[in-house]
Nanobody, 123 residues
Framework: QVQLVESGGGLVQAGGSLRLSCAAS????????MGWFRQEPGKERDFVAA????????AYADSVKGRFTISRDNAKNTVYLQMNSLKPEDTAVYYC????????????????WGQGTQVTVSS
């Protein structure tokens, strides 16, 4: 059974930083592309960032480019999202996703999901 468990969310002031982690089990993590999405209440789940299984390629939403960094440690079966210069509009539930083939920006293209972690940025 695949498990993705996010952690690291919380309340932070605008301009601050947080690092999210997603620990994976039940799959060969090193063969999966990994992604981060976020969702506000009543809205669709939006792409934030993705990283290929090797870590060689990454992709970011325009809204976070230059502020967020996705990385992975295959030895620890963990993917990270370093979030700097946070803004109130970054407030959302952040979800980790895994897929053996997709690195798409559409949430429907990803097979496996975590339960999410809340990030709240105060102004």
């Amino acid at each position: 059974q695949v498990q993705l468990v996010e952690s690291g969310g919380g309340l932070v002031q605008a301009g601050g930083s947080l690092r999210l982690s997603c620990a994976a089990s039940g799959r060969t993590f090193s063969r999966d592309n990994m992604g981060w999405f976020r969702q506000e209440p009543g809205k669709e789940r939006d792409f934030v960032a993705a990283i290929t299984w090797s870590g060689q390629n990454t992709a970011y939403a325009d809204s976070v480019k230059g502020r967020f960094t996705i990385s992975r440690d295959n030895a620890k079966n963990t993917v990270y999202l370093q979030m700097n210069s946070l803004k109130p509009e970054d407030t959302a539930v952040y979800y980790c996703a895994a897929d053996p083939t997709s690195i798409a920006r559409r949430s429907a293209d990803w097979d496996y999901w975590g339960q999410g972690t809340q990030v709240t940025v105060s102004s």
